[in-house]
């Protein structure tokens, strides 16, 4: 793989990445019964309640599939890739996701490490 800004490209990569129209027509097939636009609904106010409750400082957990919760970065001092000059870097909220326990077996089941 080789690397673009500090990251791996996916050029040798075959793993498929998801986006959230693919979710949604993927749960639309799977649920019949249902109709597409209904899922739409669904998946969005998940996600919607998901970040708004990240946005308030709450832990979101979902059994078996993982808990989302925000963690702090403190201030630092970083460095301009470009320039090499020094910057600021101000105080911040990131999005953390861990991995619940059902999930992480799954995951991991057909894995010979």
């Known amino acids: 793989m080789t690397p673009t800004r500090g990251r791996f ?9 998801m986006i959230k129209s693919e979710l949604i027509q993927r749960i639309a097939r799977r649920n019949g019964h249902l109709y597409q636009r209904d899922v739409e609904t669904i998946v ?20 078996g599939f993982g808990a989302f919760s925000v ?3 403190d201030a630092r001092t970083g460095r301009n890739p470009r320039t090499g000059a020094q910057v600021s870097v101000q105080e911040k909220s990131v999005p953390f996701f861990k991995t619940g326990k059902e999930m992480r077996e799954r995951l991991n ?5």
Request: proline share 0%; net charge positive; charged share 40%.
């Open 109 to 113: 089941e057909n894995y010979q490490g």
């Open 9 to 17: 490209s996916a050029e040798k990569d075959t793993r498929a990445n």
């Open 44 to 63: 969005s106010t998940i996600l919607d309640e998901i970040t708004a409750a990240l946005a308030r400082g709450d832990r979101v957990e979902l059994r």
């Open 71 to 73: 963690k702090k970065r």
